[in-house]
């Protein structure tokens, strides 16, 4: 591994410190090494909050060694105003030298300019260092804003006959197929997704409240899929705990392409992940229309012999593992 790679992949270490914070930013990592000795790190703040290149400037105690540095990061130095300066512009500032990047960032109020402008004002710029693990890390990010629509991550547990759900129940309440783990880890999820989205039989017949409570994180934007607003504010979807958005015959056509339409309202709103945690129906609304990036999948030891059967999917299996009595299936869309 050279030094370049080296350090791009201390920036990803670092980068995942952001992870459910930045949203709907990208989780940016970036060091500064000077003399093969890192002299600054730092990641992407809360959202409105300093980037990570000048959370790694700022982290450094000797400004003047930075005329002799390498920047690392991530992905490319934003070169315009939002909630914060441009990054480019402070790199100049501080005149390092050097900039390695791990891949170019398709924002179209960047996309390569950042770079221009580094390179214009007489840095020595090298991009593409572990670009394949760079674009990976920035999954969400890259997928809102080249598939103008959330990265989308399908979530179900199964029984080890093959069914999600018990053909009837007498409680108003979720019949886990997961044990205690297999459910902490799911809220260690919510939290690092910016949406969660269910639909109208799963609240009826489980009453969720599709927040963080054996995690700790921010709760994610819950999407309800409630056609005919059936759905009364004594569900526990609608409590003060999370903002909730309702899906409904007022804002979309049922009958056509629902997943698209939904996509539609979720980029509009600036989420750019979330996860499926339907029932079999809205799971495979999202599946037919080949809208989906990551399936996760958990199989119990439990066994229904009858009741609603799993959804039906193709992907490609990229890992597998036990949980206690679970195990859990990830899968990517082919």
């Known amino acids: 591994m050279s030094n370049h790679e080296t350090y791009i992949k ?31 790190e730092g990641y992407t703040s809360k959202y409105g909050g300093n980037h990570a290149e000048v959370n790694a400037i700022n982290s450094v105690l000797n400004k003047s060694l930075l005329k002799e540095a390498t920047l690392y990061v991530t992905l490319e130095p934003c070169s315009h105003f939002g909630k914060t300066p441009p990054c480019s512009d402070l790199i100049i500032k501080h005149q390092i030298p050097n900039v390695v ?3 170019v960032d ?26 394949d693990d760079c674009k990976n890390h920035h999954k969400r990010f890259f997928t809102f804003h080249n598939k103008k629509r959330p990265y989308i991550i399908l979530k179900w547990a199964e029984t080890a006959d093959g069914f999600i759900a018990p053909k009837t129940k007498n409680e108003l309440k979720p019949v886990w197929i997961t ?14 997704e910016q949406a969660i989205l269910v639909g109208t039989n799963t609240v009826i017949k489980d009453n969720p409240s599709l927040t963080v409570r054996d995690w700790t994180g921010l709760n994610p ?39 698209k339409q939904i996509c539609d309202i979720l980029f509009k709103k600036n989420i750019n992940s979330i996860i499926i945690e339907g029932g079999t129906k809205t799971l495979q609304t999202f599946i037919d229309e080949n809208l989906w990036d990551e399936a996760r999948v958990f199989t119990g030891s439990t066994l229904f012999k009858n009741g609603v059967k799993a959804p039906k999917f193709s992907g490609n299996s990229i890992s597998e593992e036990k949980i206690n009595t679970n195990s859990l299936k990830i899968y990517l869309n082919d």
């Open 10 to 40: 201390r920036c990803l270490e670092i980068a995942k410190n952001g992870l459910g914070f930045t949203r709907p930013n990208p989780m940016v990592g970036s060091v500064i090494v000077y003399k093969n000795k890192i002299i600054g």
């Open 179 to 192: 044990n205690k783990f297999s459910r902490q880890l799911v809220h260690k999820w919510r939290t690092e």
């Open 221 to 259: 934007i819950r999407v309800v899929i409630d056609k005919d607003n059936k759905l009364t504010k004594k569900y526990a979807v609608f409590n003060d705990e999370a903002e909730t958005v309702v899906i409904s015959k007022g804002n979309i056509d049922f009958n056509d392409h629902i997943a």
């Open 101 to 103: 990047i791990g891949c």
């Open 106 to 131: 398709y924002n179209k109020k960047v996309a390569g300019k950042g770079i221009e402008k580094l390179k214009n004002a007489g840095c020595n710029v090298t991009v593409g260092v572990l670009e």
